[in-house]
């Protein structure tokens, strides 16, 4: 410590008194690790090496190179049998100046120092063999009690590099357990899987148990025991951490955790630099452990009881704590210690119809808001702590120039985004400032890139490109598109070059800002447009999940006051609050959080029916599965005249006997034919009319033509079910534009030509996934988000009976599509695919009983399916791909298509394995190292199960990107090969270092 500060130039005048800002200037630390330079000068206060007066330091002990030597010799001979815990004080102690400054990432040097022969191993010190002996007693009390029928569920918090789940794998009933090993950090779970290998009943994930693990797919109280050795006090706020363990266990579950209870000189050089600012008041930086009273106090407080200490060795200042969840009958979740394999066995079964609901009464929702207590305060002090940057993309209402006025003032470190037409960077009042391009995703590219090169890491996004000031104005094409750009994509390329940098996986928040985008009051003006920034926000975190979003929809002040100041305010607490609210909207004095509420709405209505006998109706989508369901249903109850709409060319009426002769009944036209005259049968008349639902002239036609026939039309149904996936890494602007798609451009045209028509109804189906998200469903989100926005800003304009739905998946072949990875995996959906009677008997309801413009249809409890849908693509995976393995080897395999290249076999052992499998994921027998991925039947969602599989085998982070640039064998065997040299590199440098 002495030696760093003097590297540092730290006292460099000895007659001078220094204060601790100062000597933060004076040393340039990094805001992470004042706090722990604080409890360095403590020491080195204690130890007599510099001395204080009252908050002044100064008078640097001088320490020569000699006598340092010469301390290493003597604690070299002294602790000879443990060479290890030698080496990393050495290392750390070396590289202390690096380090403070942000030069080099402790973890790294940790890493590195710990790894021998290409495994991490961390010798075992004496404190860990007695402490461990301690958890493994423990331990084995409930293994010699539990009932032969009882699952026994544990799970350990940062496990690292495995020292106690070394000695507690061996004594587990291996039939009876499931034992859950996670760390924060992919990079030990990899080690872990090699190292307990010969234990089949361990699984590895990831877990951050200073966020809450349900958004990180855990489920609830879901363990009989937690361990954790030395890994709570670490975290920012011990209150919280306990929480989230308790939120953990099942109830009178155990908890079995060691912890040091008194400042220790070794971690403070080593340990110490791993954790991150301490933010509750419980614990300083002069002491930043709970003592053995403490922690007591701690987990009684916080839902344990029977809380026991146990050490009997006062040198290690250590305690392994045991205690017990306390009982709970408001808890859903059944006690601990009870759970038997059949119930496992059940739940598993039954997992895709958790909590389905069989009366229809109760599969609505409707979305509301609740209000909530804001944030604390934006705390400056307590910022300046923490590592990174803030990026702040500016507005066009010049509330970000306040905002980082704001900041600066604070002693921020902020960087500008402004919109501009090319890329460029410049200085400006010391701040450095970036122009892009919104529309191109190089700009986004070359941002973060030299962000990285400058070592500025951005800790807090804020969002503000859909901020406007024209708040009235009418929907266009132009606006849309405008909307795409700034809210849409504007935030999908940010994402996709957050990704692509490598070192950039740490977790980093993203504020999204909005205006005229939520309806909370009633009285807001509101801009649909706005909902495209609602697809990333959903799906970002799933497919990303160091990447987590929260949109923020306020009312910008009209005049620069004191209001303006209080929204800067409730801004800045709102950008770092750690909370999983992701739909947050400010109301003057006031916080709002979206909420879904069930409503009953009952089958017995005696309200006036929105149908008319022998009405006329307009469908499209008239064709597809829902749009016939819609039909059939209209035909049966009013006889209803119908006009189908469909893009593709359909027989006339005069064709179908023959089409049906030529092409036989099981033909998909043949299909659509008989069931078209099944509804005449019903006494409906049918017109089916070919119009792309995009195309104003073709739709103005269509519609002329149908009042032609049978006269005015008295309801539209806008239907438009589209099934395209794709992965955030493949999407770019020319794949698709959302604002064009039929869900939203057809809207308006629709719209548009009904304005001067009174309708009985306007229903827009939409989608659970504009709440929920999905995997490869950005766009779809982005869209159905629209649609319910649209309702609202419909009923607001000129009071139409219009409705939103946003259904479950219904039986008919285009949603069954939409189950993105249960397509993959080839589940089945049928247990919770409405059939035509219960969506039909929803529809009405909703049509009969509901007042408001959207309305959720859930069979399942939504609230539950909300929860489960935060779970993030790399968690999924793990379940997935087991899965999808198990149903590619029951299935016969097939030989190799007909491909334009020829067959070439694999001439390396990363060939080798990477044919090994393409050919397992495509049962096909033969695959060529140049055969093209997409062309043997890939796509976005199966590429993502093979990045799975290789970061598995090679321990590398292969983006999506590299993937899809790089589509067969060969290629992608150079670029794995890449990959792992510069990791040997990288590692060969450190361990240099």
């Known amino acids: ?69 010469s301390l290493v010799k003597e604690f070299r001979l002294r602790w000879a049998d443990i060479p290890q815990q030698i080496e990393l004080v050495q290392n750390f102690g070396e590289n202390l100046t690096d380090i403070l400054i942000g030069e080099k990432e402790p973890l790294k040097l940790y890493a590195a120092t710990l790894a021998k022969e290409g495994e991490i191993s961390r010798q075992n010190l004496p404190a860990d063999i007695y402490y461990n002996a301690i958890i493994q007693a423990s331990l084995e009390v409930v293994i010699k009690s539990l009932p032969s029928e009882v699952n026994l569920r ?109 400042p220790q000189l070794d971690f403070d050089m080593i340990d110490g630099l791993l954790m991150n600012p301490l933010e509750d008041e419980q614990r300083s930086s002069d002491n930043p452990f709970l003592s053995k009273e ?49 119930q496992i066995d059940a739940e598993n ?137 700034l809210s849409f994509y504007s935030l999908l390329f940010l994402a996709q070059a957050l990704a692509e940098q490598q070192n950039m996986t740490s977790p980093v928040e993203v504020g999204i800002v909005s205006n005229n985008l939520q309806e909370v009051t009633g009285s807001e003006v509101l801009n649909p447009g706005k909902a495209f920034v609602l697809g990333p926000c959903k799906v970002i975190q799933q497919e990303y999940p160091n990447i987590v979003c929260r949109s923020i929809d306020i009312v910008i002040p009209e005049t620069e006051n004191w209001q303006q100041e209080k929204l800067i305010n409730q801004l800045l607490a709102e950008f770092m609050v750690q909370s999983s609210d992701r739909v947050v909207a400010y109301r003057g004095n006031y916080r709002w959080v979206q909420t879904f509420e ?48 469909g893009r593709s060319a359909f027989p006339n009426r005069d064709e179908w006997l023959q089409w049906l002769s030529d092409y036989g009944e099981q033909d998909s036209v043949s299909r659509k034919i008989l069931k078209l005259q099944e509804l005449e049968a019903l006494g409906a008349e049918v017109l089916v009319v070919k119009a792309d639902v995009t195309n104003r002239e073709q739709m103005e036609a269509a519609i002329t033509h149908a009042k032609n026939r049978f006269g005015q039309i008295n309801g539209v149904i ?77 009923a607001s304009k000129n009071s139409r009976f219009i409705k939103s739905i946003n259904w479950n998946r219904w039986n008919t072949p285009e949603w069954m599509t939409q189950a ?53 693509l790399r968690d999924t995976l793990n379940t997935l791909e087991e899965e999808f393995t198990k149903i590619r080897r029951d299935k016969p395999t097939h030989p190799r298509p007909n491909l334009v290249n020829a067959y070439i076999t694999p001439r390396t052992e990363i060939e080798r394995i990477l044919t090994d499998i393409w050919q397992e994921i495509f049962s096909i027998e033969r695959i060529g190292i140049y055969d093209n991925f997409f062309d043997l039947g890939g796509d976005s969602l199966v590429a993502t199960i093979v990045i799975s599989r290789l970061r598995k085998i090679f321990n590398i982070e292969l983006s999506h990107q590299r993937f899809f640039d790089e589509p067969n064998i060969a290629e992608l065997a150079l670029v794995i090969k890449e990959m792992i040299l510069e990791e040997l590199e990288q590692f060969s440098e450190n361990k240099i270092n």
Not at 836 to 861: H, K, N
């Open 718 to 794: 806008h239907n438009a079910v589209e099934s395209q996936q794709e992965l955030f890494a493949q999407k770019t602007l020319e794949t698709g534009r959302i604002f064009l798609a039929p869900k939203v451009i057809g809207t308006i045209i629709l719209d548009h030509l009904f304005k001067d028509t009174k309708l009985d109804f306007f229903v827009l189906t939409s989608s659970q996934a504009s709440v929920v998200g999905g995997i490869g469903l950005v766009e779809y989100t982005a869209e159905c988000a629209f649609i319910d926005a649209f309702a609202y800003y419909s």
């Open 294 to 342: 403490q922690w007591q106090e701690a987990l009684r407080n916080h839902g344990f009881v029977e809380v026991a200490a146990f050490s009997e060795i006062d040198a290690f200042e250590q305690y392994v704590f045991v205690a017990q969840a306390c009982a709970s009958t408001a808890l859903p979740a059944a006690s601990a210690f009870t759970v038997t394999f059949e």
């Open 820 to 872: 993105n990875l249960n397509r993959v995996s080839e589940f089945t959906l049928e247990e919770t695919a409405l059939t035509l009677e219960e969506g039909m008997e929803a529809f009405r309801r909703i049509l009969f009983s509901s007042t408001i413009p959207q309305v959720v249809v859930s069979r399942s409890d939504f609230n539950d399916l909300i929860n489960r849908n935060l779970i993030n």
């Open 598 to 645: 069930p409503v009953s709405l009952d089958g017995t209505v005696e309200a006036k029916s929105q149908f008319r006998e022998r009405g006329v109706y307009l469908i499209t989508g008239g064709l597809g599965g829902v749009g016939l369901f819609n039909a059939e249903y209209l035909a049966k109850t009013v006889q209803a005249k119908l006009i189908l709409i």
């Open 154 to 262: 544990i799970l350990e918090i940062g496990g690292g590099t495995g020292i106690v789940t070394a000695e507690l794998l061996p004594i587990l009933p291996s039939k009876q357990t499931n034992y859950t090993f996670t760390d924060v950090g992919g990079f030990f779970l990899t080690e872990a899987e090699k190292k307990f290998s010969a234990y089949p009943f361990v699984e590895y994930r990831l877990l951050n148990i200073e966020q809450p693990p349900s958004e990180q797919g855990y489920e609830s109280h879901s363990f009989d025991v937690v361990v954790a050795v030395n890994v709570l006090h670490v975290t920012q706020n011990i209150g919280k951490t306990l929480e989230y363990v308790r939120s953990l266990l099942a109830p009178e579950g155990l908890l079995l955790i060691q912890e040091i209870t008194q």
């Open 349 to 485: 079964k039954t997992q895709v119809s958790l909590h389905e609901k069989l009366d229809i009464s109760d599969w609505f929702y409707i979305p509301s808001w609740k209000r909530l207590m804001p944030p604390q305060p934006f705390n400056s002090k307590l910022q300046a702590t923490q590592p990174g940057c803030w990026l702040v993309f500016i507005d066009e209402c010049g509330l970000g120039d306040k905002i980082v006025q704001r900041l600066t003032l604070e002693s921020q470190n902020v960087i500008i985004v402004r919109i501009g037409e090319q890329f460029s960077s410049e200085i400006a009042s010391s701040q450095r400032v970036y122009t892009i391009n919104p529309r191109r995703r190089d700009d986004y590219y070359a941002l973060l890139k030299e962000l990285n090169a400058l070592k500025l890491t951005p800790k807090m996004i804020v969002h503000l490109w859909s901020l406007t000031l024209n708040s009235g104005t009418e929907l266009t094409i132009k606006s849309l598109e405008r909307c795409e750009t």
């Open 1 to 69: 410590m002495n030696l760093a500060l003097k590297n540092l130039g730290a006292f460099d005048n000895p007659s001078q008194n220094y204060s601790l800002e100062e000597l933060f200037e004076q040393c340039q630390v990094i805001p992470r690790y004042r706090q722990l330079f604080c409890r360095w000068i403590d020491v080195l206060v204690e130890r007599g090496h510099v001395k204080q007066d009252g908050k002044f330091f100064t008078n640097l002990l001088p320490l020569s190179a000699d006598s340092i030597n």
